[in-house]
């Protein structure tokens, strides 16, 4: 699977941001979706995933993000989206859009940048 990110940008703290990203090629082995984080000279560390291969989506959060963060997702688009509000200045880094296959398999998207100013 192929994973196309967009919606970053520079914002001011406190502001919000939207992330999608959308898969293509092979979804049908898909597991789940989600968005890891990378600040400066750091690790990627995840921030949301949900679930997309069944009727009923499972969430899941980083405690940093708990209340700030929405992830969701349009199965019809094959597209997960990340509500970002409340942003922090350290919230800045460069977001990721991952996929895990159901065997466990994961796929990488190119990072989008997000600046938040104090």
């Known amino acids: 699977v192929q994973l196309q990110a967009s919606g970053g940008g520079l914002v001011q703290a406190g502001g919000s941001l939207r992330l999608s990203c959308k898969a293509y090629?092979?979804?049908?082995?898909?597991?789940?979706m989600g968005w890891y984080f990378q600040p400066p000279g750091m690790q990627r560390e995840l921030v949301a995933s949900?679930?997309?291969?069944?009727?009923?989506?499972?969430?899941n959060y980083a405690d940093s993000v708990k209340g700030r963060f929405t992830i969701s997702r349009d199965s019809a688009e094959n597209t997960a989206y990340l509500q970002m509000n409340n942003l922090r200045p350290e919230d800045t880094g460069v977001y990721y859009c991952h996929s895990d296959n159901k065997w466990g398999v994961g796929s990488w998207g190119p990072g989008t940048l997000v600046t938040v100013s104090s």
């Open positions: 090629g092979s979804r049908r082995s898909m597991h789940d």
């Open positions: 949900i679930t997309v291969d069944g009727t009923t989506p499972t969430t």
